[in-house]
């Protein structure tokens, strides 16, 4: 079975500040990796993914993900955050050949002016 | 163009209810899936169809919750005599291919079900 674990509920931070978004997963098989942003009553929405080749994974918005397999995390960075990034954030992963996401608890990212 | 939608957006039920939550996939996805999303949690598997068949329903919390797609397309998730644990967001997904990594997962609004 695979998990995700997300240990930041929230990160306050200011507009234009860096920000990263930690994600660690446990699995006894490969899996692929995602990284979801969900803005209030809107569905979730693919931001990046990982799935094989260069660890370094650049999505949508400014955000880019690394894979690190050692450490078994895939965090999310973004270099200088807007307030229309406040949203919720969810990683997940699905195992090789699976179909069914498995998901972090989500990190809220709340962006200040 | 149209993507996902889910109807009703918000539901009000007393419980022992019965309700029903409908789920439009994207044309001529394959896949269909069900999560159930608590709040201040991420969503977690309900059930699973590539097109009318229900392969995997691991997920479903008990048999009170029921899934069906009948013609491989739209899909319900009713949930009989509803319970206040019950009470979530209820999100479809639907994808075209049917094995990771090709069936990138395209998610509707959601279906609020709050159960009194």
């Known amino acids: 079975a695979q998990s995700v674990t997300q240990l930041d509920s929230q990160v306050p931070v200011f507009e234009e500040a860096p920000v990263e978004l930690r994600c660690n997963y446990s699995?006894?098989?490969?899996?692929?990796l995602f990284w979801y942003v969900q803005y209030p009553n809107q569905g979730l929405q693919l931001l990046l993914k990982?799935?094989?080749?260069?660890?370094l994974v650049k999505g949508i918005n400014g955000f880019e993900a690394e894979f690190n397999k050692s450490q078994t995390s895939f965090h999310l960075r973004k270099p200088s955050v807007h307030i229309s990034d406040t949203a919720e954030y969810f990683c997940?992963?699905?195992?090789?050949?699976?179909?069914?996401?498995?998901f972090g608890s989500g990190t809220i990212l709340r962006v200040k002016s | 163009g149209a993507g996902v939608s889910q109807s009703p957006r918000y539901k009000v039920a007393k419980r022992g209810q019965d309700v029903a939550l409908r789920c439009d996939p994207i044309?001529?996805?394959?896949?269909l899936f069900w999560y159930q999303q608590a709040l201040g949690q991420g969503p977690e598997f309900l059930t699973y169809f590539q097109n009318e068949a229900q392969l995997d329903k691991s997920g479903l919390p008990s048999d009170r919750f029921f899934a069906e797609r009948p013609e491989g397309s739209v899909s319900t998730l009713k949930i009989q005599r509803t319970q206040q644990e019950d009470s979530a967001v209820y999100l479809c997904?639907?994808?075209?291919?049917?094995?990771?990594?090709?069936?990138?997962?395209?998610f509707g609004p959601g279906t609020r079900l709050t159960v009194l």
């Open positions: 044309s001529g996805h394959v896949s």
């Open positions: 699995s006894s098989v490969s899996v692929y």
């Open positions: 997940a992963v699905v195992r090789e050949y699976g179909n069914k996401l498995v």
């Open positions: 997904a639907s994808s075209l291919m049917v094995l990771a990594p090709y069936n990138e997962q395209f």
């Open positions: 990982y799935l094989s080749g260069s660890t």
